[in-house]
């Protein structure tokens, strides 16, 4: 039987960016746990466990003989498991579950600076050019024609 687990805080959805960090690091994995034609057993789960708090990032392979589905695999896994699901290749789950303790792997996080900016440009709103005395027509081009034929006069 798994050792219970102390109660944690809701995972905070993996960004894109996290995601796909996850992904380069766990290319050069081989899975660690396989599951067979039982599906998620006992053992597994606990082999899952002791993975995770191992690894932090993992391959679990789903045997060709299995009668469920990687995909279908999935949310029981990050369910059972309180990881999240990194990616599905095939018959291949790649799961990421940070350590409370000691973390092996820093994920990337967003910059405040990036963050901000988005969030202006997201709220910035268009302003159709007005007819008011700014100097500039409504093309933007300067509209003080007298300029011109001052330019004119010099050059004669």
Do not use: C, W
């Not at 994995?29 to 599906?39: A, D, R, S």
């Not at 027509?137 to 300029?147: K, P, V």
């Amino acid at each position: 039987m798994p050792k219970k687990r102390k109660p944690s805080a809701p995972l905070i959805p993996l960004t894109g960016k996290q995601k796909s960090f996850l992904r380069a690091l766990a290319h050069k994995l081989k899975p660690v746990v396989q599951i067979g034609h039982q599906g998620v057993t006992e053992g597994v789960l606990a082999a899952l466990e002791v993975a995770l708090e191992r690894h932090e990032l993992l391959k679990v392979k789903v045997a060709g003989e299995a009668e469920v589905d990687a995909a279908e695999l999935a949310p029981e896994l990050e369910k059972a498991t309180k990881s999240q699901l990194v990616q599905i290749i095939g018959h291949t789950l790649v799961l990421y579950r940070r350590r409370p303790e000691n973390p092996k792997i820093v994920l990337p996080k967003l910059k405040p600076a990036k963050a901000a900016s988005a969030s202006r440009a997201a709220a910035a709103v268009y302003e159709a050019p007005s007819d008011d005395d700014d100097g500039f027509d409504d093309d933007g081009f300067d509209d003080d024609d007298d300029e011109e034929d001052d330019d004119e006069e010099d050059l004669e």
